[in-house]
């Protein structure tokens, strides 16, 4: 058999293909494996995908997916590796590498599943709170317990949860990126859904920003004329404060100077949001 070149010792050497089904990593008809149902991730980026595939047609699969054993023999679930599966059936691979749990049940192939997206490429807001709901409702776990497996504060995973309770137009918005997560925090501050609504479409005509939301929400005036801070303001700088308030799972504000210093506030609003940033942050 001809050795395996361009990789150092080659892929055999990363992802071993002699191991024994739950002892390692074993190779895979993709035709046995079927999606997972509980999957967290409702959408793939095409593009992203087609990258991948690309990829995987030069250098191959080198972290392996991850599956379970149904109880049709010879057939197999998938609890991680979605897109690895669908990029590896469009470049017409036969088999796929996996590491092989022999029992898993329907709540650990979803907390395993919403584990690996997050942890390698981030679900959308709705898809993380869907995800979170369906392990407090179908099989009643806590947020204290979700936010110990996932690795988030509670308060992270109940703000995330309080997502749901926004009126379906404003989470069309959401996911289509048209208003951000900023925007939909602040919008749950209106119990009414035709308030909410009102909302939404005065954010999307007069394109306001998130402070200037919480100024309508708080019943206090705001300006329509953005601050030259907003304004000059970089994309890479308004991702990264969106991204600290996703981990952190509060209201976050980063202001920056010309001279490149600056200040990065974290809100929070009772006690126990305190205690829980303070040790988030610590344990950090």
């Known amino acids: 058999m001809a050795i395996k070149r361009g990789l150092g010792r080659g892929l055999d050497a990363l992802i071993p293909t002699n191991t024994h089904v739950g002892q390692g990593v074993s190779q895979i008809a993709i035709t046995s494996i079927q999606l997972n149902p509980r999957q967290p991730r409702t959408t793939v980026d095409t593009e992203e995908l087609a990258e991948l595939a690309e990829s995987i047609r030069k250098h191959g699969i080198l972290q392996p997916i991850v599956i379970a054993r149904t109880e049709n023999t010879g057939e197999y679930r998938l609890i991680a590796g979605q897109r690895r599966l669908q990029a590896a059936a469009i470049v017409e691979m036969h088999t796929i590498p996996a590491i092989i749990r022999d029992t898993t049940t329907e709540s650990e192939m979803l907390e395993l599943a919403l584990i690996e997206n997050i942890q390698r490429s981030n679900l959308n807001p709705l898809e993380t709170a869907r995800a979170?709901?369906?392990?407090?409702?179908?099989?009643?776990?806590?947020?204290?317990?979700?936010?110990?497996?996932?690795?988030?504060?509670?308060?992270?995973?109940?703000?995330?949860?309080?997502?749901?309770r926004l009126t379906?137009?404003?989470?069309?918005a959401l996911s289509n990126k048209q208003i951000s997560e900023g925007h939909a925090r602040a919008i749950l501050g209106i119990s009414n859904p035709e308030d909410q609504e009102h909302l939404l479409g005065k954010i999307l005509s007069e394109n306001l920003n998130?402070?200037?939301?919480?100024?309508?929400?708080?019943g206090t005036s705001y300006s329509t004329e953005t601050p030259n801070l907003v304004?000059?303001?970089?994309?890479?700088?308004?991702?990264?404060?969106?991204?600290?308030?996703?981990?952190?799972?509060?209201?976050?504000k980063l202001h920056r100077n010309r001279n490149g210093?600056?200040?990065?506030?974290?809100?929070?609003?009772?006690?126990?949001e305190l205690e829980n940033l303070t040790n988030q942050l610590i344990d950090t």
């Open 261 to 272: 210093s600056g200040r990065l506030v974290i809100y929070f609003y009772s006690d126990e």
């Open 168 to 172: 379906e137009s404003v989470q069309i």
């Open 132 to 164: 979170y709901s369906s392990l407090v409702e179908d099989f009643g776990m806590s947020h204290e317990e979700i936010s110990k497996q996932v690795g988030k504060s509670r308060t992270t995973i109940s703000n995330s949860i309080r997502l749901l």
């Open 210 to 218: 998130v402070r200037q939301t919480e100024a309508i929400v708080q």
């Open 231 to 252: 304004s000059e303001r970089s994309i890479e700088e308004i991702d990264l404060e969106n991204r600290l308030r996703n981990s952190v799972g509060t209201k976050i």
